[in-house]
C-alpha cells in the first residue's frame, strides 16, 4: 500500500509518497497530462507490481477537477480531505503550524496513514469523470506497463552494457531507443559513428543540439566497462533488442491515450 499526499496549486502539485511505515519520496509534478503521466511513473515506481491501483490512497484538498478524475478513473483511492481539517492537522503535529505547500502533502499523506477512517474515498461520479474514465485507466495502465519494461531493461543493461546507463538517462527517450535499437551491444555501441549517432537522433525527432548529443553519446558508450563473459553477450543483446521494440510501441500507444485523456484537463476548478 502507498499514501500520498497531494497539494495542489493551480500549476503544479507537491505530492509526498509514503508506504505505511513513513516517508519515502517527494516530488513536484507539473498540472495537467505531463504531471498525471509522471505520477503514474512514480507509483508504478515504488508499488509492488503484484498491487492493485485502489492500494494507492491519494489525500488532496479538492473533490472537483480533471486531474481528481483522472486519479480516480485509474483506479486509486482518493480521499478529498477539507482544508479546514488540513490547517486543524497542521497545527496539532507540526511545530510552527505554518503552512507550505511540500509541508501540506506530508500532513495529507499522514492524514491517509494515520486518519483515514474519518474520511471517505471519492467515487467518479461527475460529467468530467465519465469523460475520461476508461482512457485515463487505459493510460496509467500503458505507463505502468511501459515503467516495468524500462526496469527491466535497465536491469538487463547493468548485467552486460553498463556504458548505455551512462549515456542515456532516461531509458524510455527517444534518443535511446533509438540509439539501442542500432547497437544493443556494447561491441555495437563503440562501432557508431559520429554521423551514425547524428542520424539515429534525427530519425527519432531532436531537432536542437544533435552534434553535441551525440557526441556525449559515443564518449559515454565508449568508456571503459567490465565485460560479459562472451557466450552471454548475444542473448543479452537479443533481449535488449526485443525490450527497446515493446517499450517503443508502448511510448507511441502511452502518447495515443494521452491524447484522449489531455482533453479532460481544459477545465478544472480554481484554488484561492
Keep these: 500500500m502507498l499514501l500520498v499526499g497531494d497539494d495542489w496549486a493551480e500549476a503544479y502539485h507537491d505530492i509526498e509518497i509514503e508506504d505505511e511505515s ?73 511545530a510552527s503550524g505554518a503552512k507550505s505547500d511540500p509541508g501540506d502533502a506530508h500532513v495529507l499523506a499522514e492524514i491517509v496513514r ?6 471517505r474515498p471519492l467515487t467518479g461520479d461527475s460529467d468530467i469523470a465519465e469523460h475520461v474514465k476508461a482512457a485515463a485507466r487505459a493510460h496509467q495502465s500503458m505507463i505502468w506497463s511501459r515503467q516495468r519494461q524500462v526496469n527491466t531493461l535497465r536491469s538487463t543493461l547493468r548485467e552486460f552494457y553498463p556504458a548505455a546507463l551512462t549515456a542515456f538517462g532516461d531509458l524510455a527517450s527517444a534518443d535511446a531507443l533509438a540509439v539501442l535499437a542500432a547497437a544493443p551491444s556494447p561491441e555495437q555501441g563503440r562501432r557508431l559513428t559520429q554521423r551514425r549517432v547524428e542520424t ?29 563473459r562472451p557466450g552471454v553477450v548475444g542473448a543479452y543483446a537479443a533481449s535488449v533488442s526485443a525490450l527497446v521494440a515493446v517499450i517503443t510501441v508502448m511510448v507511441t500507444q502511452t502518447e495515443v491515450l494521452a491524447g484522449q485523456v489531455e482533453q479532460g484537463f481544459s477545465r478544472g476548478p480554481v484554488k484561492n
Design 200 to 228: 539515429l537522433l534525427a530519425q527519432a525527432g531532436r531537432q536542437r543540439n544533435i552534434t553535441a548529443k551525440a557526441t556525449a553519446i559515443r564518449a559515454a558508450l565508449n568508456t571503459d566497462q567490465l565485460a560479459a
Design 22 to 94: 513513513g516517508r519515502r519520496l517527494a516530488d513536484r509534478l507539473p498540472e495537467g497530462l505531463a504531471g498525471i503521466s509522471r505520477f503514474h511513473e512514480l507509483v508504478a515506481d515504488h508499488l509492488d507490481p503484484d498491487s492493485e491501483p485502489s492500494e494507492v490512497l491519494v489525500g488532496i484538498e479538492t473533490d472537483r477537477g480533471p486531474w481528481v478524475q483522472a486519479l480516480v478513473a485509474a483506479g486509486y483511492s482518493v480521499y478529498p480531505i477539507n482544508p479546514f481539517q488540513v490547517s486543524r492537522y497542521r497545527d496539532r503535529h507540526a
Design 114 to 119: 494515520l486518519d483515514r477512517a474519518h474520511h
